[in-house]
């Protein structure tokens, strides 16, 4: 293995990568925040689907993270309530989840904070 001194000497900072050289330019800075600060934000957009069937709630689901893509919205709130009053429990929250799960533009999710809903809400970063 070579020594961190050959290392620098073939790569020396602020050189180009043979990366870059292939692509013919330098990578820039990306302006968008990274994942952990989005995850740790607001959100920027919010769905409200108490009341909904299942089916109704999917569909509305979708719509809405499309319609978040569309318009350059990176978090979106789903509130979806906690299924205390469904006879066979909850309902919603496990359909959503599972939504956001397999959808190709859904990076991550999660249980919303308390102060957003706790368990009766799940975020989401496109």
Not at 60 to 86: D, N, P, W
């Amino acid at each position: 293995m070579k020594s961190m001194e050959d290392y620098l000497n073939l790569y020396p900072p602020g050189k180009d990568t043979a990366q870059d050289k292939v692509r013919g330019e330098k990578r820039k800075p990306s302006n968008s925040p990274g994942r952990k600060t989005l995850e740790k934000m607001d959100a920027q957009s919010t769905l409200d689907i108490h009341g909904h069937t299942e089916e109704e709630g999917k569909g509305e689901v979708l719509s809405f993270i499309a319609q978040c893509r569309k318009r350059g919205i990176r978090k979106g709130l789903i509130i979806h309530g906690k299924g205390l009053h469904s006879p066979d429990g909850a309902v919603l929250r496990p359909m959503v989840r599972r939504v956001l799960e397999k959808h190709p533009h859904v990076k991550s999710w999660g249980k919303s904070t308390r102060r957003n809903g706790g368990d009766g809400a799940t975020w989401f970063v496109l």
